[in-house]
């Protein structure tokens, strides 16, 4: 995770907000 992180960032925000999103919040 961390090498996405440091080579996308983006990627980690849109998974960030689908996780968020799945949670229902």
Request: with cysteine; charged share 25%; hydrophobic share 40%.
């Amino acid at each position: 995770l961390s090498v996405i992180q440091r080579c996308n960032p983006d990627a980690v925000l849109i998974a960030h907000e689908r996780t968020m999103s799945r949670i229902g919040k």
